[in-house]
């Protein structure tokens, strides 16, 4: 079963990628820059594409 498949697996795996997203926004603030890129790394491991990913 793909927790993706439904509407409530599609809700989760956004709100998974924006949690992930902050966390690494905030490590870079903090110039902890690896830490921000295992952040990031998380979302594209999901979605290769995600562009906020790739810019971070």
């Known amino acids: ?3 993706q498949d439904d ?3 599609k809700i989760f795996a956004n709100s ?3 949690l992930h997203l902050n966390v690494g926004a905030c490590y ?3 110039d902890e820059y ?3 890129i ?3 790394n998380k979302v594209l491991d999901a979605n ?3 562009v906020k990913a790739l810019y971070h």
């Open 28 to 30: 870079q603030k903090m």
């Open 16 to 18: 998974r990628s924006s």
């Open 38 to 40: 295992e952040a990031c």
């Open 1 to 3: 079963m793909h927790p």
């Open 7 to 9: 509407e409530e697996g």
């Open 48 to 50: 290769p594409v995600h």
């Open 34 to 36: 690896m830490k921000s």
